[in-house]
């Protein structure tokens, strides 16, 4: 079959972007998340080393959204096949590199919250712990944020196929 307007060879180029998007700015989401609760995780363990285990929570919740990214770039991934097998379309490809820009960029912004929000949360946990509560339910919000870019993508992603 002939290459054609509506799957031109460049198409797959879009799909791949996709996949590249969501893995990098989901692990930059996560990776500062991350970084920047264990900074306070850090100075707290210094003064009071028996709250470290409650206060790993934001680490795990920032680690949750590079999952997210990488569930996406599995399915895109999965969808994409060599040229005598399937003829990646325009509209795959753009569909996917939607896909990979939602959830890459809300878990760039999921993982700045998580950050920020665990640095200062586990610090006054260690002065109040009365603060625990707040802390995990802003938390929660934070990564929702990137659970509703993971919803789009799969939602753009159960459409590219047609």
């Known amino acids: 079959m002939a ?3 509506l799957t031109p060879k ?3 180029f879009l799909g791949m972007g996709g996949i590249a998007v969501a893995m990098i700015f989901g692990s930059m989401g996560a990776a500062y998340g ?3 609760a264990g900074i306070g995780i850090a100075g707290v363990g210094t003064f009071r080393p028996d ?3 409650k206060s790993l929570i934001p680490v795990v919740m920032a680690g949750i959204i590079a999952v997210y990214a990488l569930v996406v770039a599995v399915l895109i991934a999965g969808d994409m096949n060599p040229p005598p097998q399937q003829h990646y379309s325009l509209f795959a490809g753009f ?3 939607a896909c ?9 912004a999921a993982g700045y919250a998580i950050g920020i929000i665990g640095d200062a949360g586990v610090r006054s946990f260690m002065s109040q ?4 509560v707040g802390m995990v339910l802003m938390l929660i919000f934070a990564e929702v944020l990137g659970l509703y ?6 939602i753009l992603n159960s459409k590219s196929s047609g």
């Open 3 to 5: 290459e054609s307007e």
């Open 10 to 12: 460049f198409a797959p």
């Open 34 to 36: 991350t970084a920047k």
């Open 51 to 53: 709250l470290i285990m």
């Open 95 to 97: 569909m996917h590199l």
């Open 100 to 108: 990979g820009f939602s959830v890459g960029l809300t878990g760039l």
């Open 129 to 132: 712990s009365r603060i625990f």
């Open 149 to 154: 870019g993971l919803i789009v993508a799969l």
